[in-house]
């Protein structure tokens, strides 16, 4: 119970350092939670690093990991914490929209390109639709979809609507 307390503080601290600068997992933004069974921040290294059923929720979009890193540019005044850069996440990696769970073995978020890249034995599940590769690329604005799956193939299970 003690411990819940300490790592609840420390995300509540998180966000509050972090201003208006958070975490982008869905394109329409809004406020993001983001817990974790620990969180240690880095100042100078302007990284957040959250381990143990991480969880980041921002609008209908959620991303769940064992491991999250956010990296981002530097604050005003050279230190703390800016614009969001990157966020990876690594191990039993679910990124859940609306529409569709991605499941992988790490994602990484590139706020440049607005990217969610899945890598190891991803899996995308539309409704009753499968689709398995190696690596997917989801864009967050477009809402666009490339999968590939290195030197094997991608396969996909589609059940055509019933009309």
Not at 103 to 109: E, F, L, N, P, R
Request: aromatic letters at 4%.
């Amino acid at each position: 119970m003690k411990k819940q307390t300490v790592v609840t503080a420390l995300i509540a601290a998180g966000i509050i350092a972090t201003g208006g600068a958070q975490a982008q997992v869905s394109s329409e933004g809004g406020p993001v939670m983001v817990g974790g069974d620990s969180m240690h921040m880095d100042e100078l290294a302007h990284t957040q690093t959250l381990v143990g059923r991480v969880e980041i929720i921002q609008d209908n979009a959620r991303l769940r990991a064992d491991k999250v890193v956010i990296t981002r540019q530097a604050g005003p005044n050279g230190r703390g914490f800016g614009e969001v850069v990157t966020i990876v996440a690594t191990g039993n990696v679910y990124y859940v929209t609306p529409d569709s769970t991605m499941k992988g073995d790490q994602a990484v978020y590139t706020k440049a390109t607005d990217d969610m890249v899945l890598t190891g034995d991803v899996i995308l599940t539309q409704n009753q639709n499968v689709t398995t590769g190696t690596r997917l690329v989801y864009n967050l604005t477009q809402k666009t979809t490339t999968f590939d799956a290195g030197t094997g193939r991608v396969k996909a299970i589609i059940y055509p609507d019933k009309k």
